[in-house]
């Protein structure tokens, strides 16, 4: 039996579950780190595991780059590669091939690339890709799509569409199910409901072990982001995980959440953590100004991570101005752990049936801030 997902508890369209993999089982919503090249930046995956995390995510096209799918099934797979028995996701590599590499060249069947580290020429197909993923040991497959670029005229964006649906039933029939494993299908149709319902009975015609949504957090903002949300959830089957890819801010979770999305991954608390931006319960801060060089206190007293439990903001404040390694690695730690606490409040909230007031009690504290 592929990966299933059990809906334990509703609050409005807000859903807790759970999902069973080959790795282990997950609550859901439920945030992924960013394990982009096998390692979550700055971090070990037992600190990773510390903050509650349970399912990371690994990036396709930075693998196969380096050091190579062959390499890391060599090494027995991402998991025993990393250190992560737990379950990962891997990304089609689609979306940074667009976004990264050199002289791409897209038809009909996949895309040419040259990698951006040495030139060297690639090529990604519905195929290819799954077949990365699986060398990778990936718990949770992403079908291959072509991220439509934002913004894009409604015919540009349908035949987009069109193409990552026909990639999608491609890539259905290259994956090899096996117990406990899964592959998702990727809704496109950037902001126009109509193509976005075109995609979900697409994809649904197609079946898969879960549904994302993709070519959203790309430049839209947020209030267009909620309203194609409000579109195209409804349209996804009740029965599986809703992914919504690479989001986001906090406050873009909380209101994905309440719209029935499951599964969350984003750079922003790992990217930030090394440009010294912590996500705090009283807000953002950017530790490098200069009112936190003299702050004898934690950065955040509801935060049990060891950078909050045993160290100053005015420590923080001077590793950062020093560049010392250590600030990102205790600031990335930090920020892991508020998102992953913000999710476990997220999950007990909804099991309790108070997800709109504790999401208003959140958003209280983030105005109010620390002073
Ligand atoms: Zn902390």
Request: glycine share 10%.
């Amino acid at each position: 039996m592929t990966l299933t997902w059990t809906h334990l508890a509703g609050d409005g369209a807000a859903r807790l579950g759970r999902l069973h993999t080959a790795h282990g089982t997950v609550e859901t919503p439920v945030f992924m780190p960013v394990g982009t090249a096998g390692t979550v930046k700055a971090m070990t995956a037992d600190a990773v595991r510390s903050t509650g995390a349970r399912l990371i995510l690994g990036n396709t096209y930075h693998l196969m780059l380096r050091p190579g799918a062959d390499r890391v099934a060599q090494l027995g797979g991402l998991h025993r590669m990393m250190d992560w028995p737990g379950p990962i996701l891997t990304d089609s590599g689609g979306f940074q091939v667009m976004s990264l590499a050199a002289l791409r060249t897209l038809d009909a069947d996949g895309v040419t690339f040259r990698s951006h580290i040495d030139g060297s020429a690639h090529r990604l197909t519905p195929e290819i890709s799954v077949e990365i993923q699986r060398k990778l040991d990936a718990t949770i497959t992403m079908a291959f799509d072509e991220c439509t670029p934002f913004p894009a005229t409604e015919d540009d964006t349908r035949k987009s569409m069109e193409l990552s649906m026909r990639w999608a039933a491609r890539s259905r029939a290259a994956f090899q199910p096996r117990p406990g494993y899964g592959l998702f299908g990727i809704n496109q149709g950037g902001v126009f409901p109509e193509l976005r319902a075109r995609s979900a009975e697409a994809l649904e015609k197609i079946g898969f072990e879960g549904y994302a949504i993709g070519g959203l957090a790309v430049g839209e903002g947020q209030e267009t982001m909620l309203s194609v949300l409000d579109g195209v959830v409804p349209l996804l089957p009740g029965d599986k995980p809703r992914y919504l890819m690479g989001v986001g801010t906090p406050d873009d979770i909380l209101q994905a959440v309440a719209r029935g999305i499951d599964m969350f991954d984003c750079v922003i608390p790992t990217r930030a953590g090394r440009t010294a931006r912590a996500y705090t319960s009283r807000g953002v801060f950017n530790l490098r100004n200069a009112r936190f060089a003299a702050e004898d206190r934690a950065l955040d007293e509801d935060c049990p991570c060891p950078l909050c439990a045993r160290h100053s903001r005015a420590y923080l404040h001077h590793l950062f101005r020093c560049e010392e390694m250590l600030g990102p690695m205790l600031l990335t730690w930090h920020n892991i752990q508020y998102y992953q606490d913000l999710m476990a409040g997220i999950r007990a909230a909804i099991a309790a049936g108070r997800l709109a007031a504790h999401s208003d009690a959140v958003r209280a504290r983030w105005a109010e801030g620390d002073q």
